[in-house]
């Protein structure tokens, strides 16, 4: 059973960076570099919503709105998977979760395709 535990969360000025990571394990010898890992990030009272996926190859998608200020990166030999955040107001204060599924991502960011979850990381952004 494949197991994800995000750091890197805390308290950040807006404007300022941070890193977060996600640390991978369960995965078996042949499947860790066929897993699809993702971001995403709740704020209280709103649905969990998609940051990045990124592919055991590498590829990468990025929402949109994010896109510029949040790159999300992966270290298949060490099965971790970053999130690079340059934050610009408390807009992006939310915690933020790693998922993983089997599988290529298929460019695909929605949480109900996703059956393995972190317990999430707590950033907060102050103006």
Same mark, same amino acid.
């Given at each position: 059973?494949?197991?994800?535990?995000?750091?890197g969360g805390g308290s950040v000025q807006a404007g300022g960076s941070l890193r977060l990571s996600c640390a991978a394990s369960g995965f078996t010898s042949n499947t860790?570099?066929?897993?699809?890992?993702a971001w995403f990030r709740q704020v209280a009272g709103k649905e969990r919503s !998609? +940051?990045?996926?990124?592919?055991?190859? /590498?590829?990468?998608?990025t929402i949109d709105a994010l896109k510029g200020r949040f790159t999300a990166s992966r270290d298949n030999a060490n099965n971790t998977l970053y999130?690079?955040?340059?934050?610009?107001a408390p807009e992006d204060a939310a915690v933020y979760y790693c998922a993983a599924?089997?599988?290529?991502?298929? !460019? +695909?960011?929605?949480?109900?395709?996703? /059956?393995?979850?972190?317990?999430?990381?707590?950033?907060?952004?102050?103006s």
């Open positions: 059973q494949v197991q994800l535990v995000e750091s860790a570099n066929t897993y699809c890992m !998609g +940051v990045a996926i990124v592919d055991s190859d /590498g590829i990468r998608i999130l690079d955040i340059n934050t610009r599924r089997n599988g290529r991502c298929g !460019g +695909v960011l929605s949480a109900r395709y996703f /059956g393995a979850w972190g317990r999430g990381t707590q950033v907060t952004v102050s």
